[in-house]
Nanobody
Framework: QVRLAESGGGSVQAGESLKLSCAAS????????MGWFRQAPGKEREGVIC???????TYAESVKGRFTASEDNAANTLYLEMNSLKPEDTAMYYC???????????????????WGQGTQVTVSS
């Protein structure tokens, strides 16, 4: 069992930055595929970034060059640094973790088993 808790969301102006955190607890001894997803009102949840068990990252085209994911394994924390934010980045952002047996990266919900409660990011123009 893995528990995930996101933090760091807020309201910013377009062009500004935010850094989200995802603290993992529970069975976090083994490396897992981790991901960030987001869901805007009236839209489906979409994958933003995936970090596989070996630390390789996959980014959605919409955030390439602006968002960066990183991990602090000692602190069991996943980060999402978001720069040059746009109004279309407004969404609830979720952290997700996959079962330890899965390898590689996927930006689809079916590739993850554990989810946090989300943190809201609002970008105004």
């Amino acid at each position: 069992q893995v528990r995930l808790a996101e933090s760091g969301g807020g309201s910013v102006q377009a062009g500004e930055s935010l850094k989200l955190s995802c603290a993992a607890s529970g069975n976090t001894v083994f490396k897992r595929r981790m991901g960030w997803f987001r869901q805007a009102p009236g839209k489906e949840r979409e994958g933003v970034i995936c970090i596989d068990r070996d630390g390789r990252t996959t980014y959605a085209e919409s955030v390439k060059g602006r968002f960066t994911a990183s991990e602090d394994n000692a602190a069991n924390t996943l980060y999402l640094e978001m720069n040059s934010l746009k109004p279309e980045d407004t969404a609830m952002y979720y952290c997700a973790a996959a079962p330890i047996t899965l390898v590689g990266c996927i930006l689809e919900q079916r590739g993850y088993e554990y989810w946090g409660q989300g943190t809201q990011v609002t970008v105004s123009s």
